[in-house]
């Protein structure tokens, strides 16, 4: 499969670009008069998104970030609000778009436009290299920490629905007896020790295989149990800035970028669904 780029994830998502026409193009001006592409990210979601050893902002997402930028013939600004800011909409255009490894799922549909999945990360669990968990049904019944407001959390919660087209199925498999969300790391709190304060964590794969590489003692547990497609943000209502989304994620999966971008952060393609 080589091009996957939804410009909705719902149908309440296209009717409100299209009722929204009128007001459209606005954005995308102000970035093409400006030369300035504003994108909203993380600083602390390694290999996605971190500040390096220069104290500057790098990694996956940055780099897709300011190749999104070039290809519209700006340069990429990058601000930190916070997941929970960036994820509730209404942005009044503090910046642009955000880059920031979102999954479009229903609910965030309803305040955000997800022009392009860019990336599929595989979603799997965790736990201290102490714990005696064989697979991920040695969970049921245990602490998970996840990110607030995350889809891991509403996976553990058995309500998570994600609205894109070609994501792959997946079925619940871990009931836990809490799930402890946090805006703090749970993988430096899962690292104090198994059971501590936690039994295991549910974060995208390749974070966790950053936090190992790292040296902290933890492991993957089992197969990843769904994948996420990661999609593009902008705030709703300009419908000529998600065309240009589009296109110009498309050129980058054709063009083999994004597959060159993945392998080289993440060790492997997740440019397209598994």
């Given at each position: 499969?080589?091009?996957?780029?939804?410009?909705?994830?719902?149908?309440?998502?296209?009717?409100?670009?299209?009722?929204?026409?009128?007001?459209?193009?606005?954005?995308?001006?102000?970035?093409?008069?400006?030369?300035?592409?504003?994108?909203?990210?993380?600083?602390?979601?390694?290999?996605?998104?971190?500040?390096?050893?220069?104290?500057?902002?790098?990694?996956?997402?940055?780099?897709?970030?300011?190749?999104?930028?070039?290809?519209?013939?700006?340069?990429?600004?990058?601000?930190?609000?916070?997941?929970?800011?960036?994820?509730?909409?209404?942005?009044?255009?503090?910046?642009?778009?955000?880059?920031?490894?979102?999954?479009?799922?229903?609910?965030?549909?309803?305040?955000?436009?997800?022009?392009?999945?860019?990336?599929?990360?595989?979603?799997?669990?965790?736990?201290?290299r102490d714990s005696k968990a064989k697979d991920v049904g040695d969970l049921n019944d245990k602490v998970i920490g996840v990110v607030s407001a995350s889809t891991y959390e509403s996976y553990l919660k058995h309500n998570l629905k994600i609205d894109a087209i070609g994501t792959p199925s997946f079925e619940y498999q871990v009931t836990p007896a809490a799930v402890k969300s946090t805006e703090a790391d749970e993988i430096d709190e899962l690292a104090l020790g198994d059971g501590i304060r936690l039994d295991g964590v549910l974060q995208a794969q390749p974070r966790i295989e950053a936090a190992i590489k790292k040296g902290q003692p933890i492991r993957l547990l089992g197969k990843p149990v769904f994948y996420e497609p990661l999609a593009i943000a902008a705030d709703k209502g300009d419908a000529e800035l998600n065309a240009k989304l589009v296109q110009i994620i498309s050129d980058m999966r054709s063009d083999g970028t994004m597959k060159a971008l993945s392998e080289k952060w993440y060790g492997t393609d997740y440019s397209t669904a598994k």
């Open positions: 499969m080589k091009t996957i780029a939804i410009l909705f994830a719902s149908s309440a998502g296209l009717a409100t670009l299209i009722a929204s026409a009128a007001s459209a193009g606005a954005v995308l001006d102000e970035i093409e008069k400006t030369k300035v592409l504003t994108v909203a990210t993380n600083s602390d979601y390694p290999p996605q998104a971190f500040l390096n050893a220069e104290n500057e902002l790098d990694g996956f997402d940055i780099e897709v970030s300011r190749e999104v930028a070039k290809r519209m013939g700006a340069k990429a600004n990058f601000v930190t609000p916070g997941w929970e800011v960036m994820t509730s909409g209404r942005w009044a255009n503090r910046w642009q778009i955000a880059v920031a490894s979102i999954t479009p799922t229903g609910k965030r549909a309803e305040v955000l436009d997800f022009p392009a999945i860019y990336y599929y990360s595989p979603a799997i669990f965790a736990v201290h």
